[in-house]
C-alpha cells in the first residue's frame, strides 16, 4: 500500500525521507523552496507540490523538478448546476 506524506518545510521533508516515505506532499511551498527540496530527495520518493496552485504557474512548477503537481483549480472554478429529480412510484 502507497502512503503519502504531506510536509510543509524543508525539515518535515526530511523527516519524512528519513522515515522511508515513498511519496512526499510538499504544500503551499515556494518554486525556490521545491528545487532545495528536489536536491534534498535526491530521487529517493516521489515529489509532488501541490496547495495554491494556478494553472498559468503549472511549467514554473514542473521546472524545479517535482514529479507531480496538482491543483484544484479546476473544481474550484466550475460552475454548480442545481438540479431535482422528481419520482412517482405508482404501486399496483
Known sequence: MAIEI???TLTELEEALSA?????LLDN???DTLRQAVAINAGRARLEASG???LD???AIGETGVDYISTSQITM???SLDLGLDV???VA
Do not use: T, W
Request: no cysteine; charged share 35%; net charge negative.
Open 20 to 24: 522511508g516515505a515513498r511519496v512526499v
Open 6 to 8: 504531506e510536509a510543509q
Open 77 to 79: 472554478a466550475a460552475q
Open 52 to 54: 495554491d496552485v494556478k
Open 29 to 31: 511551498i515556494d518554486n
Open 57 to 59: 504557474g503549472v511549467r
Open 88 to 90: 412517482e412510484i405508482e
